[in-house]
């Protein structure tokens, strides 16, 4: 198995291991809150009704769940056959497909079709070789006007991490810096129309606003 192919399988194991770990069937509070803060950003962008791609869905909480409770169409998107599978009963309103993001020929999204693409913590899985170009899918399935909302890596890192959650499961993340994630998304066709630090202990994430012209 190549170096990339493990890495999709470790993170793929690792969420079907521990995704009651990771996310319960609710939200705590700071986390509903946080991400109904990023996902807001759409009202002023995408109508009600509009068909909005979440990929790295997880359970479909708190994500997906505020997505449909606003009136969009959601198509949620993961690896983890665990984490789908409990979406399907957390957000029945929801489709979810199990699915590798990094795989080029795993989604067969029409062009300009979606409304929105919302990815929350789950670009920073993927190899590093193969994000560039799912940003440039990404962009090709936003309708003109469309909006991506992404929490992307913030300083550069790639690793494993052993013990995840407190387990014997390990986790792998790789991504590169802010910067490069702004590069890579403008050279998609993309205007980022908003950035800001989500700190983390020492470090944190970046989130990223982006409109399809």
Do not use: K
């Amino acid at each position: 198995m190549s170096e990339p192919q493990d890495q999709v399988e470790r993170v793929r194991a690792g969420y079907n291991a521990l995704s009651r770990s990771y996310r319960g069937d609710i939200a705590d509070g700071p986390t509903q809150s946080r991400y109904a803060t990023w996902l807001s950003r759409l009202r002023d962008h995408v109508q009600a009704g509009g068909h909005v791609l979440d990929l790295g869905c997880g359970n479909g909480i708190p994500a997906a769940q505020w997505l449909v409770d606003n009136g969009y169409r959601v198509t949620g998107v993961d690896v983890s056959d665990e984490m789908v599978s409990r979406a399907r009963t957390l957000v029945p309103q929801a489709e979810f497909v199990r699915a590798d993001l990094s795989d080029p020929e795993a989604l067969g999204f029409p062009a300009g079709e979606a409304a929105a693409v919302v990815a929350l913590y789950s670009l920073i899985h993927i190899p590093l070789r193969q994000q560039e170009p799912l940003l440039r899918r990404i962009a090709g399935w936003l309708r003109p006007g469309g909006l991506l909302v992404a929490t992307v890596g913030h300083n550069a890192w790639q690793g494993r991490e052993q013990g995840w959650l407190g387990s014997a499961v390990e986790m792998w993340w790789s991504h590169p810096d802010a910067s490069t994630y702004r590069s890579w998304i403008e050279d998609a066709g993309l205007a980022v129309v908003h950035e800001e630090l989500v700190p983390e202990g020492s470090s944190g994430h970046q989130l990223i606003v982006a409109r399809r012209g």
